[in-house]
């Protein structure tokens, strides 16, 4: 069966194969400018199955995901908390926070994660590629799209450009020629009433974090780029002209993706995007779970109350693109689902190193169930990633184990071992769950201290002269996963 997805550019489910050789996967990534919260881990995660289940088809995936780097609400942070005097540092610190988040909840990495600041001079050569075709226009040192001179504006939302004039935002209308035109390029840097609305207390004075927002030389005068044209630059800079598939935020349809597809396909001439995915927000209390809204549960604190396992079951609980809800209640069914498949799992492992495995009992009924859970498994992923269908296979799974186990003195090693196989394929490989690791009690900077006290006493064994001892405590750490580094400022470790 092939991989169906369902593409907004269309509205329908279509059968998905690359046009090339390996799948050339975009995600729309974070704007550095706030602490990550489960709205944007939920993009991440669902971005990251789709990835493992591609490759676990068969199929050579290049991921690239990127970071907005540049933004007014970046330079409104500026002294806030210690993240930085500058814009640049700010980002920087909250890009640092980004990372630490995405390594924490088990996320392959991307084949790379480009920056806005890293590509400038390429956004500078799409925005005169632009105005050389005819697109584009300079007004007082900004650069605008022309939306009326492409005649499929609109096609991704499915709105007509009279329809998005008369919603069209009051911002910049003077420079405009039409309300639905778009800055690629924006004169000078950020002005301070800018920054003062979205300021938060403990922050610097707007006037001066303003003096802090980065600007480039350009062919129009100082400034900086557009926010749609970044992903642009940076997409098809990295994956070329022409993506299989474009993830990102149900919320950024439009302007966002549209004036994404109209710049593209102005500028090259080619179909910018083959497939686009949007993955449906996180409710909570009745709205989006956003920054800007204050309702929001960093993925740092989830991790360190539910454990990496817990807050993946939870955001794959529901397919990426139906609306999701958090709430106490939600949280908790996922506590209680991934419960189910960690015992099943543990309890499996437990019976097939048991002296009861046996090598010719036969559980006909758990060997059918295990078949069924492997179908149903790849007819729900089959069918436009479903990860609720995905899990409800493996907690069906879960609950023939269970029965095996209780109800037979004689175990099937031959079934227990497909079952474990299929939890570590299914659940690990393609959903990222970490079964037989206590990860969801087990506490990673407890290990650290542990690590660090055993490190010193090291280097108290090492001063007094007790080598061999300074050598058996290395190798004991080692041993327990624990990588010891000696460098010229010290001994430090990694886990």
Not at 350 to 374: C, F, H, I, N, Y
Request: aromatic share 8%; net charge negative; glycine share 8%.
């Amino acid at each position: 069966m092939s991989i169906r997805l369902t593409n907004t550019l269309t509205g329908d489910r279509e059968d998905f194969e690359p046009a090339g050789e390996e799948v050339l996967l975009y995600v729309c990534g974070l704007t550095v400018s706030d602490p990550p919260h489960l709205g944007h881990a939920r993009l991440w995660v669902h971005a990251d199955v789709l990835h493992r289940w591609l490759s676990f088809r068969g199929y050579e995936v290049r991921h690239v995901e990127n970071v907005t780097d540049v933004n007014e609400k970046i330079v409104a942070r500026v002294g806030e908390d210690d993240l930085g005097d500058s814009e640049r540092e700010v980002a920087r610190s909250y890009l640092q926070r980004a990372i630490d988040d995405m390594r924490s909840l088990n996320l392959l990495r991307a084949e790379v994660y480009p920056k806005v600041t890293e590509h400038v001079p390429e956004i500078i050569d799409l925005v005169e590629t632009l105005v050389e075709k005819g697109y584009a226009y300079e007004s007082n040192g900004s650069v605008y799209f022309d939306t009326t001179a492409f005649e499929e504006y609109g096609k991704l939302s499915n709105q007509s450009i009279e329809a998005l004039e008369a919603n069209a935002p009051d911002d910049e209308q003077a420079e405009k020629r039409t309300p639905t035109d778009f800055a690629l390029w924006k004169a000078d840097g950020v002005d301070a009433e800018t920054v003062a609305g979205h300021r938060h207390e403990g922050a610097a004075p707007a006037e001066d974090a303003s003096e802090t927002a980065m600007t480039w030389d350009s062919p129009w005068g100082e400034g900086r780029p557009g926010w749609h044209i970044e992903c642009s630059a940076m997409s098809m800079t990295h994956l070329g002209e022409t993506l299989d598939i474009h993830m990102g935020g149900q919320d950024l349809v439009f302007p966002h993706h549209e004036n994404e597809i109209a710049q593209s396909e102005a500028a090259t001439g080619e179909q910018f995007a083959r497939f686009w995915l949007h993955v449906r927000l996180l409710q909570t209390e009745g709205e989006k779970m956003s920054s800007s809204l204050g309702n929001f549960w960093t993925v740092e604190t989830a991790v360190e109350d539910l454990g990496a396992n817990v807050v993946r079951t939870f955001l794959l609980s529901t397919a990426y693109d139906s609306e999701q809800t958090y709430s106490e209640a939600t949280v908790e069914e996922a506590q209680e689902r991934f419960d189910r498949l960690q015992r099943a799992y543990e309890r499996a492992v437990g019976a097939l190193d048991s002296p009861d495995a046996s090598a010719k009992a036969t559980d006909e009924d758990l060997r059918g169930v295990v078949e069924r859970a492997q179908a149903d498994f790849a007819q729900a992923m089959d069918e436009d990633v479903n990860t609720r269908g995905a899990l409800a296979a493996l907690l069906e799974l879960a609950t023939a184990v269970n029965r095996h186990v209780d109800e037979t003195d004689r175990y099937d090693h031959v079934a227990l071992d497909d079952a474990v196989n299929t939890f570590d394929a299914l659940g690990g490989t393609v959903l990222g769950l970490a079964f037989g690791a206590d990860s969801t009690e087990g506490d990673v900077t407890l290990a650290g201290d542990l690590a660090e006290l055993l490190l010193s006493i090291r280097e108290e064994e090492r001063e007094a002269g007790n080598y061999d001892r300074a050598d058996a405590i290395r190798d004991d750490l080692e041993a327990l996963g624990v990588v010891v580094e000696d460098g010229a400022e010290g001994a430090t470790y990694r886990l």
